[in-house]
Nanobody
Framework: QVQLVESGGGLVQAGGSLRLSCAASGSIFSIGPMGWHRQAPGKQRELVATITSRGNTNYVDSVKGRFTISRDNAKNTVYLQMNSLNAEDTAVYYC????????????????WGKGTLVTVSS
């Protein structure tokens, strides 16, 4: 069984930094793009950043220049370095893994973590 577990969330003051981690565990052959999403109270979930297995990245405009997504393919882990945090970044952050294959012949499936809460105090 595959699991994605996020860590690194917490309470931080405006202007501060946090680093989120998300580790995929279980029987894993390969993972396609990985990403971070967030859902603020009363709002829809939004895509924050994505990274391909080759390291190509994309960001939502609101975090460009402040957040950096990275991954360690050997560890099946994706990271999100968040700098210059502000109150609008307060949300539950979820990671996801796309096209995760459990064997060479398996069909790729998408998996989600349960989320980690980031609270930015102003």
């Amino acid at each position: 069984q595959v699991q994605l577990v996020e860590s690194g969330g917490g309470l931080v003051q405006a202007g501060g930094s946090l680093r989120l981690s998300c580790a995929a565990s279980g029987s894993i052959f390969s993972i396609g793009p990985m990403g971070w999403h967030r859902q603020a109270p009363g709002k829809q979930r939004e895509l924050v950043a994505t990274i391909t297995s080759r390291g190509n990245t994309n960001y939502v405009d609101s975090v460009k220049g402040r957040f950096t997504i990275s991954r360690d393919n050997a560890k099946n882990t994706v990271y999100l370095q968040m700098n210059s945090l502000n109150a609008e970044d307060t949300a539950v952050y979820y990671c996801n893994a796309n096209s995760l294959r459990r064997s060479a012949l398996a069909v790729g499936m998408d998996y989600w973590g349960k989320g980690t809460l980031v609270t930015v105090s102003s």
